[in-house]
C-alpha cells in the first residue's frame, strides 16, 4: 500500500505492528512434573472459559522441532534456553484468542524471572501465580503412574530427582518478586480440594 510516494504498512498483515493489550485475567500454574498442573488448568478451563496455554505444548510444537532449542530444564539439560523464544511463543498463541478469550491459564509457566519479566514487559500483567506444592515422594509416585511403560519408569524418576534441585532454587526467586501474587497451593490433596484453595483467588477476578 503507498500513500504519498511512500509505502504504508498494514497493520491486518502484520497484527503486531498494533499494540494489542491482553484486558482478561491472566493466571499461571507452575510446580513440579506430578504436581497436579494439568489437572487445575482444566478445572479453571471448566469454570471459567478460560483459554488454555500449555507452555510444553508450544515448545515442542513451534520450537523444538524446528530449531531443536531446549527452553525448559530436562532430565539432560539444567539450563533454561531462549527465553525470548518461549515468550513470543506464548504471545502469538494467545493473540489467536484475543477477541474471545474469558481469561488465560497458562501450565508451567514461567518457569524464571527473565520469563516473567519478558512476559509481562511483552504481553501482559500476571494477576496470580499458583505453585502446587507436594512431598517428592508422592510427585515421584504420581510421575511414575502416569507413564504408559515400564521403560520409562527409570527415565521418570530421574526427572525428578534431577529437576527438583533446580526448582527448589527458582521457585523462592519467583514468590520474593510477585509478593502476593504467588500463592503456594497444597497440592498433597484431592483435585477437588485443590481446586477450592485456587477457586478462592480467581472468583473476584471474574466477578
Sequence with gaps: MEENGKRKLCSKCNPHLV?????????????????????????????????????EYLVSSEYKARTRSKL??????????????????LKTEMFKHLNSAKGFAIDTFPNNIAQAKLFESGIA???????????????????????KTVSRIGTATSFIAKKSPVFVVRAPQLMQHYGDKYVTINGNRSPEDVFEDIRKYLEPLVE
Design 72 to 89: 525448559f530444564v530436562t532430565a539432560d539439560d539444567d539450563e533454561v534456553i531462549t527465553d525470548g523464544k518461549l515468550t513470543e511463543a
Design 19 to 55: 499494540e494489542r493489550k491482553i484486558k482478561v485475567p491472566v493466571v499461571c500454574i507452575i510446580g513440579e512434573s506430578g504436581s497436579g498442573k494439568g489437572i487445575q488448568c482444566d478445572k479453571i478451563v471448566m469454570k471459567y472459559g478460560f483459554e488454555p496455554i500449555i507452555a
Design 125 to 147: 500483567p500476571i494477576d496470580y501465580i499458583f505453585f502446587l506444592d507436594a512431598p517428592a515422594d508422592v510427585l515421584t509416585r504420581r510421575t511414575i503412574k502416569k507413564q
